[in-house]
């Protein structure tokens, strides 16, 4: 990103990811955490950060607890 992303430009991620217990039967590769999201970043500006979760049922119609993270930067 670092290569594409102009002087000062920003950027929006989102990523969640899921409590790995109940194990799935086929598992959806978990996305990043908000700690691996600002360590990649660490050289920009971090202009909003937050994380969250809830509560909801997997493919499998078993209760389990979903994070979302998210991150907007500003290339310094």
Same mark, same amino acid.
């Given at each position: 990103?670092?290569?594409?992303?102009?002087?000062?430009?920003?950027?929006?991620?989102? /990523?969640?990811?899921?409590?790995p &217990?109940?194990?799935?039967?086929?598992?959806?590769?978990?996305?990043? /955490?908000? &700690?691996?999201? /600002?360590?990649?970043?660490?050289?920009? /500006?971090?202009?909003y950060?937050?994380?969250?979760?809830?509560l909801?049922?997997?493919?499998?119609?078993?209760?389990?607890?979903?994070?979302?993270?998210?991150?907007?930067?500003? &290339?310094?």
């Amino acid at each position: 990103m670092d290569e594409h992303v102009t002087e000062q430009g920003i950027i929006g991620i989102e /990523t969640f990811y899921q409590d790995p &217990k109940p194990p799935f039967g086929h598992p959806v590769r978990s996305l990043y /955490t908000l &700690k691996e999201l /600002t360590a990649y970043f660490m050289t920009w /500006t971090e202009l909003y950060a937050r994380e969250y979760s809830h509560l909801g049922l997997d493919m499998n119609g078993q209760t389990r607890k979903f994070f979302v993270s998210g991150l907007v930067v500003r &290339k310094v």
